[in-house]
C-alpha cells in the first residue's frame, strides 16, 4: 500500500504486506496531521515500512513525521526500538528510525544523533555528482579556448602584427580556428567535442626599450559533451549536455631590447557561458540550464633564439587562471547550488620551427601541464556534493606546417594538430590565417 498525502482517512486497512510512505512537507512537525488515519487499528506483524520525502524538503535532526494514528503489532522488516531504515528525496538520502508513540507510529529524522540542535539530518545520495559533472565540461571548454587563445592565436597576431610593421603598414588582423575531441578524467570521465574560433586586430609599436604588441579579440566556442559515471551501488549514471561561450579580451606582448631573445606576454578574457545537461539514468528524467559569467588572466615568460642557420626555437612557461561564476537551479523540485570554479594550470614547453622553406615551414611543440585545482563544487538542499576535478597532469605534442606564399605576401595560412596524455587524452586540430593591411 503507497500513501502519497497527508490525512489520509480510511475506516480499516488490513492484510498489506508492505506499507511505503510518500511524505509531503507540510506533515513534518505537526503533532495533529497523520499521514494515515484509520479507524481499526492497523496490524504491522509481518509487514516491511519504507518511506520517501517529496523532493525539496530538508530535514533536521529530529524532525517528526507522524506516520499511522493506531497500530497493532510491530514490522519485521524494519523493527521498532532504534534501529534506523533510509528515505529520502531524489537527491538526498535520510535515516530514520520508527517508534511507537502510544500506538501511533512515528518516523524520526537521525534519532540518535538527537542533542545536537537542529542540525541537517541528511547527506546528497552519490548519483548527484554526475550533475556536476556538467560543470566541468563548460570549464574545460573554456580551458581549451583559453589554451587556443593564449597559444596559436597569440602567435599569429604577432606574426601578423611583426610582417605589418616591416612593411610600414598599421594593424593587421588574425583568426585562429580550433576544433577536436578530448577526454577528461574527473574521478569519473567526461567527454568533450569542441570548436574553438579567435579573432581580432594587433599591432606593433616598436622602442628603445623593445617591441611591444597590443591586440583585441572576439572569441567564441561550442561544445556537445558526455558525461558518465558509475557508483557503488552498481548505478550507472551517463549524461549528455551542450555549452557554449562567447567573449573578449586583450593580449600584449613585450619583447626585451636586446636580441628580442626574451618576451612576456599577458592576456586577459571575459564573457559568458551557457550550459545546459540533461540524463535519463536517474529515478526521474532530469535537467538543467545554467548560466555563467568567465574571465581570467594569463602570463608568460619565454626565451627565443637559433640553432644554426634555419632552426628557431621558444623554451616558455606560462600561468593560466580561468574562473566560471556558480548559478543556482531548480532540478525536478530540489534546489542545486553550483558554486564558483577556479581553473589553476601552468605549462612549460618548447617549440622549434625550421625556418629554411620558402613557402612552407614546419613546426614541432612538446608541452606540459599541471591543474592544480579545476575542482567542481556544488550542494543540494545544502547538503555537499561529491565534487570532481579536472586535478592532475597532462603532455603535450605539436605538429603543424606555415604557408606563406611569398616574402612579400601580405597573409599567411597555418595548420596544426596537438594530441594530449595524462587527465586529458585526445586529439585538436587548428588552422589560422593572418593577414596585415
Same mark, same amino acid.
Given at each position: 500500500?503507497?500513501?502519497?498525502?497527508?490525512?489520509?482517512?480510511?475506516?480499516?486497512?488490513?492484510?498489506?504486506?508492505?506499507?511505503?510512505?510518500?511524505?509531503?512537507?507540510?506533515?513534518?512537525?505537526?503533532?495533529?496531521?497523520?499521514?494515515?488515519?484509520?479507524?481499526?487499528?492497523?496490524?504491522?506483524?509481518?509487514?516491511?515500512?519504507?518511506?520517501?520525502?517529496?523532493?525539496?524538503?530538508?530535514?533536521?535532526?529530529?524532525?517528526?513525521?507522524?506516520?499511522?494514528?493506531?497500530?497493532?503489532?510491530?514490522?519485521?522488516?524494519?523493527?521498532?526500538?532504534?534501529?534506523?531504515?533510509?528515505?529520502?528525496?531524489?537527491?538526498?538520502?535520510?535515516?530514520?528510525?520508527?517508534?511507537?508513540?502510544?500506538?501511533?507510529?512515528?518516523?524520526?529524522?537521525?534519532?540518535?544523533?538527537?542533542?545536537?540542535?537542529?542540525?541537517?539530518?541528511?547527506?546528497?545520495?552519490?548519483?548527484?555528482?554526475?550533475?556536476?559533472?556538467?560543470?566541468?565540461?563548460?570549464?574545460?571548454?573554456?580551458?581549451?579556448?583559453?589554451?587556443?587563445?593564449?597559444?596559436?592565436?597569440?602567435?599569429?597576431?604577432?606574426?601578423?602584427?611583426?610582417?605589418?610593421?616591416?612593411?610600414?603598414?598599421?594593424?593587421?588582423?588574425?583568426?585562429?580556428?580550433?576544433?577536436?575531441?578530448?577526454?577528461?578524467?574527473?574521478?569519473?570521465?567526461?567527454?568533450?567535442?569542441?570548436?574553438?574560433?579567435?579573432?581580432?586586430?594587433?599591432?606593433?609599436?616598436?622602442?628603445?626599450?623593445?617591441?611591444?604588441?597590443?591586440?583585441?579579440?572576439?572569441?567564441?566556442?561550442?561544445?556537445?559533451?558526455?558525461?558518465?559515471?558509475?557508483?557503488?551501488? +552498481?548505478?550507472? $549514471?551517463? @549524461?549528455?549536455?551542450?555549452?557554449?561561450?562567447?567573449?573578449? &579580451?586583450?593580449?600584449?606582448? /613585450? %619583447?626585451?631590447?636586446?636580441?628580442?631573445?626574451?618576451?612576456?606576454?599577458?592576456?586577459?578574457?571575459?564573457?559568458?557561458?551557457?550550459?545546459?545537461?540533461?540524463?535519463?539514468?536517474?529515478?526521474?528524467?532530469?535537467?538543467?540550464?545554467?548560466?555563467?559569467?568567465?574571465?581570467?588572466?594569463?602570463?608568460?615568460?619565454?626565451?627565443?633564439?637559433?640553432?644554426?642557420?634555419?632552426?628557431?626555437?621558444?623554451?616558455?612557461?606560462?600561468?593560466?587562471?580561468?574562473?566560471?561564476?556558480?548559478?543556482?537551479?531548480?532540478?525536478?523540485?530540489?534546489?542545486?547550488?553550483?558554486?564558483?570554479?577556479?581553473?589553476?594550470?601552468?605549462?612549460?614547453?618548447?617549440?622549434?620551427?625550421?625556418?629554411?622553406?620558402?613557402?612552407?615551414?614546419?613546426?614541432?611543440?612538446?608541452?606540459?601541464?599541471?591543474?592544480?585545482?579545476?575542482?567542481? +563544487?556544488?550542494? $543540494?538542499? @545544502?547538503?555537499?556534493?561529491?565534487?570532481?576535478?579536472?586535478? &592532475?597532469?597532462?603532455?603535450? /605534442? %605539436?605538429?603543424?606546417?606555415?604557408?606563406?606564399?611569398?616574402?612579400?605576401?601580405?597573409?599567411?595560412?597555418?595548420?596544426?594538430?596537438?594530441?594530449?596524455?595524462?587527465?586529458?587524452?585526445?586529439?585538436?586540430?587548428?588552422?589560422?590565417?593572418?593577414?596585415?593591411?
Amino acid at each position: 500500500m503507497e500513501i502519497w498525502a497527508s490525512d489520509v482517512k480510511i475506516r480499516s486497512v488490513q492484510n498489506f504486506e508492505n506499507y511505503y510512505f510518500f511524505v509531503p512537507d507540510d506533515v513534518v512537525n505537526q503533532a495533529d496531521k497523520y499521514m494515515l488515519r484509520v479507524g481499526t487499528p492497523v496490524y504491522l506483524s509481518g509487514t516491511n515500512v519504507g518511506m520517501a520525502v517529496q523532493n525539496g524538503v530538508v530535514l533536521n535532526i529530529g524532525d517528526t513525521i507522524n506516520l499511522i494514528d493506531k497500530t497493532e503489532g510491530t514490522p519485521d522488516k524494519v523493527m521498532l526500538g532504534g534501529k534506523e531504515f533510509k528515505g529520502g528525496t531524489l537527491f538526498t538520502d535520510y535515516d530514520f528510525v520508527l517508534e511507537l508513540s502510544g500506538n501511533s507510529l512515528v518516523a524520526i529524522a537521525d534519532r540518535k544523533a538527537l542533542g545536537g540542535g537542529r542540525l541537517p539530518a541528511g547527506k546528497a545520495k552519490p548519483e548527484t555528482k554526475s550533475l556536476v559533472e556538467g560543470q566541468v565540461a563548460s570549464v574545460a571548454l573554456l580551458s581549451e579556448g583559453n589554451e587556443l587563445a593564449t597559444g596559436q592565436a597569440l602567435t599569429d597576431a604577432k606574426t601578423a602584427a611583426s610582417a605589418a610593421a616591416a612593411e610600414g603598414k598599421n594593424w593587421a588582423v588574425f583568426a585562429t580556428l580550433g576544433g577536436g575531441k578530448s577526454r577528461y578524467d574527473t574521478g569519473s570521465h567526461v567527454i568533450v567535442k569542441s570548436i574553438d574560433f579567435v579573432t581580432g586586430l594587433a599591432k606593433e609599436f616598436s622602442g628603445s626599450k623593445g617591441d611591444l604588441l597590443l591586440g583585441v579579440f572576439f572569441e567564441t566556442g561550442h561544445g556537445n559533451y558526455s558525461t558518465h559515471n558509475s557508483f557503488d551501488n +552498481n548505478v550507472l $549514471v551517463d @549524461g549528455d549536455g551542450k555549452a557554449h561561450y562567447y567573449g573578449g &579580451g586583450l593580449m600584449l606582448h /613585450l %619583447e626585451a631590447p636586446e636580441e628580442k631573445v626574451l618576451y612576456f606576454q599577458a592576456i586577459g578574457r571575459i564573457g559568458g557561458m551557457n550550459n545546459n545537461w540533461g540524463t535519463d539514468d536517474l529515478k526521474e528524467k532530469v535537467s538543467y540550464d545554467t548560466r555563467h559569467l568567465y574571465f581570467g588572466a594569463t602570463a608568460g615568460v619565454g626565451h627565443q633564439g637559433n640553432i644554426g642557420k634555419y632552426i628557431g626555437y621558444d623554451i616558455y612557461g606560462k600561468f593560466m587562471w580561468n574562473h566560471q561564476n556558480g548559478d543556482d537551479v531548480d532540478v525536478n523540485g530540489e534546489k542545486i547550488q553550483f558554486h564558483d570554479i577556479d581553473s589553476v594550470k601552468t605549462r612549460i614547453g618548447l617549440r622549434v620551427d625550421y625556418e629554411g622553406g620558402k613557402v612552407v615551414r614546419p613546426f614541432l611543440g612538446l608541452a606540459w601541464d599541471r591543474e592544480f585545482n579545476g575542482e567542481a +563544487n556544488a550542494k $543540494v538542499n @545544502g547538503y555537499r556534493i561529491d565534487a570532481p576535478t579536472l586535478n &592532475g597532469s597532462t603532455g603535450l /605534442l %605539436e605538429l603543424g606546417i606555415s604557408c606563406r606564399p611569398g616574402s612579400k605576401s601580405n597573409w599567411q595560412l597555418d595548420f596544426a594538430a596537438t594530441g594530449y596524455i595524462g587527465v586529458r587524452r585526445g586529439l585538436r586540430g587548428s588552422a589560422h590565417f593572418v593577414c596585415n593591411f
